[in-house]
């Protein structure tokens, strides 16, 4: 069954509408990725499913509840956490701060397996607990922000661009520690540029192109779409 | 060398001190609010005013059966005075910014509100308690007890001194360590992702305003106390001097806001013992066109939480 | 949801005009509320005529025909109106003149000048130093010589405060021209030996119009024999209408001296010229570098706009309006003292300018004339309310912050910025802020 359903989603930025009229569903454990180029509207895709855009108009469900209307903090509550685009750590806290900020929902100290879970993931984390977030390489934020995230205990990950900016070994790590965080239950939807990358990793796929979805279906049968191939695969 | 700074020089710094902690106490506001909305909150002073107010109303209610005044009053009047500055301080964000803040107004909408919300403000002071300035209670009695060299160092200056102190440092804990405080770091250094990992905002920002009118309540007590009156423009001055100390030590610093308050305190009042008392504002106003010409940043940088 | 804010702007209203109908008596209050109610629907009328308004414009005779009959009117003015009214319509002057050097500062560039009432004291005090009126007599001089030393003294001193200060950001400028206005007051306090501290300077020669000068006389004796020639036709053309028949003026001469109305045809001529030279900056490339710097001033400064210089030309601007502004006062008034040019002036000078709408030369006017008639209105109420009546230009500034921040006539072109649609450019408080926060922040 279906965990979040974006059903005619708009946003606009002032006079200029940059997704216009999004519907998708993520479904319990599966990997999902919105593939698009620069532009696109993924990135306000994904902030609106965050609630720091508004969809006007649009409806988003989570869980069987509408978020479109709750504020940022209320939908993180609920299980929705992100890895923004960008990394976006906080550069003057320390690495542990960092992943103390992804458990802010939830009040008091998070227990210790959650950390032990991020380290197990990114066992380099462990070493930098102590030094400011702004001082790490961009591999390792980008580790630290998607096990800021996770320290969330989110039902619903949202992963903005993971692989952007990152050097072609990290970029297969990095992926096959997504699969192992959705094979540790969490369901995810993946926004790639690298659509390479996010079709072999990912269950479905969605193709965004100028603020409308253009095509839907199995990440297998993506991969083989001779527009996909022609737009996004870099082969003729 | 003239005898400010020889032989009245220790005497100026005693001062200086002293009223540069008043000057630190309010700065922190300032601090606050910048390094969370990037935004100066012009109408800080009344703040300050406004527990200075309920520091005297308070005193007065508590002397007015006949009580004798001591120190304790003091500390008991510092509780309405910081509360009063929390209350006037969420108001302002409430009806003065976060419309404003809600429609993502332009930069100068803020300012002209501030200033608006300001002179309201102590109008209505005004209005109500008229133009004369009003006598705080006497609660500390001056009593010398320290003497160094030829400066005789007062209680209330230490109590003022040891207050900011604490009051700073509990700030610096708090905002390092409590949840609170994660949380207006993490605003304050990006609000969306802050967001995005569950910090409710505009809670963090009716924390920020809060913090900031608890320590300029307190400042406007400790300011009552020592100089012994208060009324509808008073915190006028000590606010745009409080606001040079935060640019000085580098606004959003809560170091720097301490640090620039007492060194603004001290220039100023050698300064002023060099070129006469009437002249001490201007000389207020000198350092701070100075330094932001020569070091807009200020001595430490900008920036909540980047030494806190 | 019960907007509260609304809610507290109708009260408010209603407060104030329930205030002027216990003051002045229910016709002032039934002015007062059409004033209220026509402020209110300007913007839609502005929307319903702006098109015919433009192409009227876009006629070569369009803007100096409606600006020539709009002075004329007004200079037809004294004839209607008695002594005390006089006094007023030449407080309008000086404050409309005020706003509209503030809003070149404020409106075009861009810039929050919170100490803007220091050049009118400078204005004021070289008018006061230099007729010899001051301890320093070392000059002598009269108003129409001292017009150019004042435009000099505030290029100096706008120079001087500009030029290290505007290279910063919006709100430290904001307070360091605060600064500078305290710093201007605090010196005229205590420079005794100049400006006679705190007493002020008195007997200040008023205004004459030089015998020698049959330019001048020319212009007035066209002027009285204008006005002559006026009201005996209303007279003959309306008898029993408005105030009954006008009183011929004959010995209502336009000497300056004590008289109010030859400041006031003087302010006149000199916001006429002001307009003409402001609205002709405003469209030509200097405008477009001030619009440039406040909607973005480090894309301007990029794109090869040379910020400060451009920056410093409105501060001269503002600098130079204000300074005539303040001659003609203390001229006027024949004594000055350094309270007038406290805060709460720049401030109302600042209520003047947003009131009116930001950017908009007519806004300025209108602007400026409604701060003089507000604390004229609230003029007899009881002392202590009376003493705290600047406490409604507090409430004013904010209300149309949150209400209306295009003012009441609002300049088309900044209407949308002030608004928040131009928001991301302004470097707004809380960009990146959720958008349930900062609505129209874009990215």
Redesign the interface.
């Known amino acids: 069954m279906s965990i979040l359903e974006l059903q005619d989603v708009h946003v606009s930025?002032?006079n200029i509408e940059a997704v216009k009229g999004i519907s998708l569903t993520v479904d319990e454990g599966e990997i999902v990725t919105l593939i698009g180029g620069n532009g696109a509207g993924k990135t306000t895709t994904l902030?609106t499913i965050?609630?720091?855009?508004?969809a006007a108009p649009g409806t988003i469900v989570f869980d069987e509840e509408r978020i479109d209307h709750m504020?940022?903090?209320e939908i993180?509550?609920r299980g929705v956490?992100?890895a923004?685009e960008g990394r976006?750590i906080?550069?003057?806290?320390s690495v542990r701060?960092n992943l103390?900020?992804?458990a802010?929902?939830q009040?008091g100290t998070p227990p210790t397996e959650d950390y032990e879970r991020v380290f197990t993931l990114f066992p380099v984390l462990r070493d930098r607990l102590s030094q400011a977030g702004g001082t790490l390489s961009g591999g390792e934020q980008q580790m630290l922000a998607i096990g800021?995230a996770l320290m969330?205990r989110p039902r619903l990950l949202l992963l903005d661009e993971p692989s952007m900016g990152l050097a072609p070994m990290f970029v297969e790590k990095i992926f096959s520690i997504i699969r192992e965080i959705n094979e540790q239950g969490t369901t995810i939807l993946l926004v790639e540029q690298n659509a390479q990358m996010a079709l072999q990793t990912a269950s479905r796929g969605y193709v965004i192109e100028s603020g409308e979805i253009v095509l839907e279906d199995r990440a297998a049968k993506l991969l083989t779409d001779e527009r996909v191939k022609k737009a996004y695969l870099g082969e003729a | 060398m003239p005898d400010c700074l020889t032989t009245q020089l220790p005497l100026r710094l005693v001062g200086g001190l002293t009223s540069g902690s008043i000057y630190a106490l309010i700065a922190l506001g300032y601090t606050l609010v910048y390094g969370v909305l990037q935004l100066i909150n012009f109408a800080h002073s009344e703040v300050f005013m406004g527990g200075s107010l309920a520091g005297l109303l308070a005193l007065e209610a508590l002397t007015h059966h006949g009580a004798q005044t001591n120190a304790i009053f003091l500390f008991v009047a510092l509780i309405p005075g910081m509360l009063a500055g929390g209350v006037v301080a969420i108001a302002l964000e409430r009806f003065a910014y976060r419309p404003l803040r809600r429609r993502g107004a332009a930069r100068l909408s803020y300012l002209i509100s501030a200033i608006g919300a300001s002179l309201l403000l102590s109008n209505i002071v005004l209005l109500w308690r008229g133009r004369n300035f009003e006598n705080f209670p006497a609660t500390v009695a001056p009593v010398p007890i320290l003497t160094l060299g030829n400066v005789q160092i007062y209680n209330r200056q230490i109590i003022i001194v040891v207050a900011m102190l604490i009051m700073t440092a509990g700030l610096d804990i708090f905002v390092r360590t409590s949840r609170a405080g994660k949380g207006i770091r993490a605003v304050a250094q990006d609000p969306e992702t802050a967001g995005m990992m569950g910090v409710d905002i505009n809670r963090v920002i009716t924390v920020t305003f809060l913090l900031g009118g608890l320590l300029a309540g307190a400042a406007g007590v400790l300011y009552g106390m020592f100089f012994g009156v208060t009324r509808f423009d008073v915190g006028f001055i000590p606010g745009i001097k409080a606001f040079t100390a935060a640019v000085l030590g580098g606004i959003g610093n809560i170091r720097g806001a301490l640090v620039g308050g007492l060194t603004l305190g001290v220039v100023e009042n050698v300064g002023a013992g060099c070129c006469g008392n009437q002249w001490k504002d201007v000389i207020a106003f000198l350092v701070l066109v100075g330094v932001l010409m020569f070091r807009p940043t200020g001595l430490f940088g900008e920036g909540v939480g980047a030494k806190a | 949801m019960i907007r509260w804010p609304k809610v507290g702007l109708f009260t408010f209203a209603a407060a104030f005009v329930s205030l002027i109908v216990k003051i002045r008596g229910p016709k002032a209050g039934l002015t007062v509320a059409l004033v209220l109610v026509a402020a209110a629907l300007i913007p839609a009328a502005q929307r319903r005529f702006a098109p015919r308004v433009d192409r009227l414009y876009q006629k070569r005779w369009g803007f100096p025909a409606s600006l020539g009959a709009f002075f004329f009117a007004c200079a037809l003015l004294p004839i209607w109106i008695d002594v005390v009214e006089e006094e007023l319509a030449v407080q309008i002057g000086l404050f409309a003149l005020l706003a509209l050097g503030l809003n070149v500062v404020v409106g075009f560039a861009g810039l929050l000048d919170l100490g803007y009432v220091a050049f009118w004291a400078i204005g004021a005090y070289t008018m006061g130093i230099f007729s010899g009126a001051g301890p320093l007599q070392f000059a002598h001089l009269s108003m129409w010589q001292i017009f150019p030393i004042a435009l000099a003294m505030a290029l100096i001193t706008g120079f001087l405060l500009g030029a290290p200060t505007l290279r910063l950001r919006g709100d430290y400028l904001a307070i360091v021209t605060l600064g500078f206005g305290e710093i201007v007051r605090i010196v005229a306090e205590n420079l005794s030996k100049v400006t006679n501290g705190s007493q002020g300077i008195v007997n200040i020669p008023s205004a004459s119009i030089p015998n020698s000068s049959s330019f001048w006389r020319g212009i007035v004796s066209a002027f009285v024999h204008f006005e002559n020639a006026w009201i005996h036709s209303w007279n003959a053309l309306t008898p029993g209408a408005g105030r009954g028949t006008l009183p011929v003026p004959s010995a209502r001469s336009l000497e300056f001296g004590v008289n109010p109305i030859p400041y006031y045809l003087l302010l006149l001529a000199v916001i006429m010229i002001m307009v003409i030279v402001i609205r002709r900056l405003n469209n030509s490339r200097v405008g477009r570098a001030w619009s440039a710097i406040r909607e973005d001033e480090v894309a301007a400064e990029a794109m090869g706009v040379p910020t400060l210089k451009y920056k410093l030309w409105a501060f001269s601007i503002g600098a130079s309006t204000a300074c005539i502004s303040g001659v003609i006062l203390a001229a006027r008034i024949q004594s000055i003292e350094p309270g007038t040019f406290d805060l709460i002036t720049s401030i109302v000078i600042l209520s003047a300018v947003v009131l009116g709408g930001l950017g908009n030369i007519s806004g300025a006017l209108i602007g400026g004339t409604a701060v003089t008639f507000l604390p004229e209105l609230l003029r007899s109420l009881p002392p202590r309310l009376q003493d705290a009546r600047f406490g409604i230009f507090g409430a004013v500034l904010v209300l149309m912050m949150i209400y209306r921040p295009q003012g009441i006539a609002p300049s088309r072109r900044r209407a949308a910025e002030l608004e928040g649609g131009a928001a991301e450019t302004h470097g707004p408080i809380g960009a990146g802020l959720p958008e349930e926060l900062a609505a129209g922040g874009a990215e």
């Not at chain 1, 906080?90 to 806290?93: A, E, I, L, N």
């Open positions: 930025y002032g902030k965050s609630g720091v855009r508004r504020p940022s903090h993180v509550k956490c992100q923004p976006r906080f550069p003057r806290m701060e103390d900020m992804g802010y929902s009040k800021r969330a």
